[in-house]
């Protein structure tokens, strides 16, 4: 026992110090209604990693990491203008294409590599019970640059996600910010995969915000409440992972999370069933 919770210090260390950014830009993307726009770049990210591992690299080398930030990148610009105020095709309806594109993209790159199974294990659930004191605190200061450029700017970034329209008659330039809110987005989605992957990614990002919708009202207020969900989310799917040896720790955190949501939900109706 003392063995599995020393194993889980760091992916503890991880789930608190984190989730915040990934809350806040979950409270954006859902603004947005653009809901799996994470995993459309979380994939694209996790293709970059497939071509890496092809020609030979390993996930944890530079050169792995360089390949998922172009490819993070190119996601980020694409996405960055396609988003129209009259658009004539959704940008939900490219958002997916863009991901199956890439999860089957990455599929056939893996078919040639012998660790192809392991590769897209890891990419969905990542590997957050052996993240690396040096990683975590390279994506914590990623987290922290970023967090600072979104205060900074927070009036522009918050008005190009709720009313784009009213932002553009205020004389914000909703084309530069937008650019601006998916490259920095890309960045920290790409960072987050390559700790815990894919599907945790999502969960980070979604669940929170969209619990927090049915228990607050403003934005601020909807970033601390996800924040805390997240938090307690996170650090109760760690210790039923160390309660129970064999539970994936990734699958675990979607789970609780989604837990949570499901309990949220219900708390939700009985309160309106009680007004």
Not at 46 to 57: F, K, T
Not at 116 to 133: A, I, N, Y
Not at 226 to 237: V, Y
Request: charged share 10%; proline share 4%; net charge neutral.
């Amino acid at each position: 026992m003392l063995e599995t919770m020393s194993l889980m210090k760091w992916p503890l260390v991880a789930c608190l110090v984190l989730p915040w950014l990934m809350v806040y830009l979950g409270l954006h993307i859902v603004q947005r209604q653009v809901i799996f726009v994470d995993l459309a770049i979380a994939q694209v990210s996790a293709l970059g990693a497939c071509l890496a591992l092809l020609l030979g690299y390993d996930v944890h080398e530079w050169q792995s990491y360089v390949f998922s930030l172009g490819f993070t990148l190119a996601g980020g610009v694409l996405l960055a203008f396609t988003r129209s105020p009259n658009p004539r095709v959704p940008q939900e309806a490219l958002i997916g294409i863009i991901y199956v594109m890439a999860a089957a993209a990455g599929i056939l790159l893996l078919n040639f590599s012998p660790h192809g199974k392991e590769e897209l294990q890891r990419s969905l659930v990542g590997e957050l019970l052996f993240v690396k004191p040096s990683e975590l605190l390279q994506t914590l200061l990623l987290f922290a640059v970023v967090g600072f450029i979104h205060y900074r700017y927070r009036r522009q970034f918050l008005a190009i996600s709720t009313d784009p329209a009213a932002a553009a008659a205020e004389g914000i330039s909703v084309r530069f910010w937008d650019f601006l809110f998916y490259i920095l987005f890309a960045l920290v989605v790409m960072s987050f995969v390559h700790i815990a992957g894919v599907l945790v990614a999502f969960s980070f990002l979604i669940v929170p915000a969209v619990c927090s919708g049915y228990l607050a009202e403003s934005f601020t207020a909807r970033f601390f409440v996800g924040w805390g969900i997240a938090t307690f989310g996170g650090i109760g799917s760690l210790l039923l992972t160390a309660r129970f040896d064999d539970l994936p720790i990734g699958a675990t955190l979607v789970c609780g999370l989604g837990l949570c949501l499901l309990i949220v939900i219900i708390a939700s109706a009985l309160m309106r069933l009680k007004r």
